[in-house]
């Protein structure tokens, strides 16, 4: 890495120091979300393992055994928790009092900055949550076992999900430019992701027509995408490309959307501010 791209990279390592430094004022909130976190998976869980109770080993409705349909639910779940880094919550808050205006006199990218200090968010919601939570449900239920190759593409799957729900987040947060209250758009946003991401009901599982308009979309890529790598529900190594390419696309898509997006943003303040 060259020495200028090095400084620019280092003057983002404080917004993350400072993020993981707020979270530690906040320990309580990890037990609140490994609770939810659990309650959530094992409702959804033992509602699908009654399902496909009588399953036959080799796969019952859209392939999946009922070890493989309890994997994919339960770690959809787990996936959601690190999407959940709380970039919408704050950047529609700095927006509404007006503290995203400081960021016009330091020489730093709002996006960015926003990005390095969600990723302790991310790393502590792994660790503490998603770990114990995957622990405590391999103890109740049996699970399926990933190839090796297959568990290093969900893990290179996840970071691309990770990035994804950067953007759709921080697009959610940036539309407190343009509305008051972005209560309603978040809650709108969570159900939408939710549904075509495949953490309610498996794309496989949906009829044709909207199962082929889920996997159009990028919030396929938040967790559909990477739990078919783990599982190993693709065609070969282009099926595996294919997903991976998919998700590369949409996450740098949204990336030049949200730049684009905050440029615009950035001459309306500029120009209400003086």
Known sequence: MRPGRVRAVRAYVPFATGGLQSLLQYRSMFVVTGVTAAAGAAITVFLWRAVYADAP?????????????????????????????????????????????VMLVRPVSYPLVRFFACLPVVAANAVLVGVPVLLLFAFLVPLAVPRPGDAALFAVSTVLSVLIAFCVNLLTGMAGFVTTNTWGVRMVKQSVVAFFAGQ?????????????????????????GPLTLLLGRYDGAAGACGVLAQQAGWAAGLAAVCAVLWRRALGRLEVLGG
């Open 57 to 101: 080993a080799s796969g019952g409705p859209g392939g999946f055994t009922l070890a493989g349909i309890t994997t994919y639910l339960l770690l959809a779940q787990i996936l959601q928790v690190l999407h959940t880094n709380r970039v919408d919550d704050e950047v529609a808050a700095e927006v509404y009092r007006g503290d995203v205006a």
């Open 200 to 224: 309610l009901v498996p794309i496989a599982l949906m009829p044709g027509p909207l199962a082929a308009l889920a996997r159009a979309l990028p919030f396929r890529g938040m967790a559909d």
